[in-house]
T-cell receptor, first 109, second 114 residues
Framework: AQRVTQPEKLLSVFKGAPVELKCNYS??????LFWYVQYSRQRLQLLLR??SRESIKGFTADLNKGETSFHLKKPFAQEEDSAMYYCALSSGSARQLTFGSGTQLTVLP | DTGVSQNPRHKITKRGQNVTFRCDPISEHNRLYWYRQTLGQGPEFLTYFQNEAQLEKSRLLSDRFSAERPKGSFSTLEIQRTEQGDSAMYLC????????????FGQGTRLTVV
């Protein structure tokens, strides 16, 4: 069965510092991975997906199949990046998402 | 707001009562998902519809839970004989068909069973 692990429940960094949110997965097939973000009082929304290989709001994530990881990175954190971040894996014919338990990122001024 | 809409936003019910939640997906989306999220956890998949057909159900979906999408548009999730362990945020998401379609989430219904 598939599993997504986010080892850090809380992460605090200062504005302008680099940030890395860790995500590891286990899945027997070819994984399709996503990062979702939930800002305060807002709904869950897609931040980026590995197949797009794009940078959104300065964030990037690289799929490392050898380490089964999909860490989210940003070189210079901003206060508006403070949010809950969820790593997710899509699987099955229904393409349902398996989520990690989330990391609450706080960017301090 | 033309996104996924869920009602009610909050529901408090006594243990043993039945509750029903509604989800209105984005109009052209034929895929609809229900997830449950408990405190400190990420969302967990409950069930999936393609149009009006319920094609997948998680083992989390006990016999007390039933979901419908009668005309392939809105969906309802009913919980019978609620238990305190049912207290959670219930999320609905919808998407177009296609392997790379993005899932859009509603704001959820927070259920508290007292």
């Amino acid at each position: 069965a598939q599993r997504v692990t986010q080892p850090e429940k809380l992460l605090s960094v200062f504005k302008g510092a680099p940030v890395e949110l860790k995500c590891n997965y286990s899945y027997s097939g070819s994984p399709e991975l996503f990062w979702y973000v939930q800002y305060s009082r807002q709904r869950l929304q897609l931040l980026l997906r590995h197949i797009s290989r794009e940078s959104i709001k300065g964030f990037t994530a690289d799929l490392n199949k050898g380490e089964t990881s999909f860490h989210l990175k940003k070189p210079f954190a901003q206060e508006e990046d403070s949010a809950m971040y969820y790593c997710a894996l899509s699987s099955g014919s229904a393409r349902q998402l398996t989520f990690g338990s989330g990391t609450q990122l706080t960017v301090l001024p | 707001d033309t996104g996924v809409s869920q009602n009610p936003r909050h529901k408090i019910t006594k243990r043993g009562q039945n509750v029903t939640f509604r989800c209105d997906p984005i109009s052209e989306h034929n895929r609809l998902y229900w997830y449950r999220q408990t405190l400190g956890q990420g969302p967990e998949f409950l069930t999936y519809f393609q149009n009006e057909a319920q094609l997948e159900k998680s083992r989390l979906l006990s016999d007390r839970f039933s979901a419908e999408r009668p005309k392939g548009s809105f969906s309802t999730l009913e919980i019978q004989r609620t238990e305190q362990g049912d207290s959670a945020m219930y999320l609905c998401a919808s998407s177009l068909a296609g392997r790379r379609a993005e899932a859009f989430f509603g704001q959820g219904t927070r259920l508290t069973v007292v």
